[in-house]
T-cell receptor
Framework: AQKITQTQPGMFVQEKEAVTLDCTYD???????LFWYKQPSSGEMIFLIY??????QNATEGRYSLNFQKARKSANLVISASQLGDSAMYFC???????????????FGAGTRLTVKP | NAGVTQTPKFRILKIGQSMTLQCTQD?????MYWYRQDPGMGLKLIYY???????DKGEVPNGYNVSRSTTEDFPLRLELAAPSQTSVYFC????????????FGPGTRLTVT
């Protein structure tokens, strides 16, 4: 079963505007972590932001924030004030912490390609 | 620090050949991972290691083998390469488990023809 769903294969945003990238996940665990990674055209994977399932506040890192809605099982990434350098693939990922923090099986979504237009 | 390094960057293999993808990290991380990324897809975990001498299977381990004799190195071995193994391979490491971010290498683009 698909654990992570990113329904937007591609998104466009005007420079300096905000954009939301959708991510929904499927888990029966109460304890899990959600990650967002950026993959520019050069291919490397860059960690952006993390949200734990027990974190009460939405995570923020600079221009990135995570809109975490636990009941809906969604973890959308919000990028404020988009820049041309934000054009990239963005991947949502989840790690379930069943049995404690020993599980290392991180599942990735298929990604969303964001294009920032000048 | 170099972070996570991978060699080679590109490789073309013929069906049935074998090769080893090298991965080294200099951050003294205990946890290391191998992922593959097929075109237009997210990453899938092949194998991981929680420390020297300890490895375990991920989501897609068939056709691969790993070893972890040192903290720094985590090579991935492909035996009898098949076209289905054409992919980009990423090595990653993390300080610990759980909520720690993973640091990724630049990737190895492998084509099997």
């Amino acid at each position: 079963a698909q654990k992570i769903t990113q329904t937007q294969p591609g998104m466009f945003v005007q420079e300096k505007e905000a954009v939301t990238l959708d991510c929904t996940y499927d888990t029966s665990d109460q304890s899990y972590g959600l990650f967002w990674y950026k993959q520019p055209s050069s291919g490397e994977m860059i960690f952006l932001i993390y949200q734990g399932s027990y974190d009460e506040q939405n995570a923020t890192e600079g221009r990135y924030s995570l809109n975490f809605q636990k009941a809906r099982k969604s973890a959308n990434l919000v990028i404020s004030a988009s820049q041309l350098g934000d054009s990239a693939m963005y991947f949502c990922a989840m790690r379930e912490f069943r049995g404690g923090y020993n599980n290392n099986d991180m599942r990735f979504g298929a990604g969303t390609r964001l294009t920032v237009k000048p | 620090n170099a972070g996570v390094t991978q060699t080679p960057k590109f490789r073309i293999l013929k069906i049935g050949q074998s090769m080893t993808l090298q991965c080294t990290q200099d951050m003294n991380h205990n946890y290391m991972y191998w992922y593959r990324q097929d075109p237009g897809m997210g990453l899938k975990l092949i194998y991981y290691s929680v420390g020297a001498g300890i490895t375990d299977k991920g989501e897609v381990p068939n056709g691969y083998n790993v070893s972890r004799s040192t903290t720094e190195d985590f090579p991935l071995r492909l035996e009898l390469a098949a076209p289905s193994q054409t992919s980009v391979y990423f090595c990653a490491s993390s300080y610990s488990k759980g909520d720690y971010e993973q640091y990724f290498g630049p990737g190895t683009r492998l084509t099997v023809t």
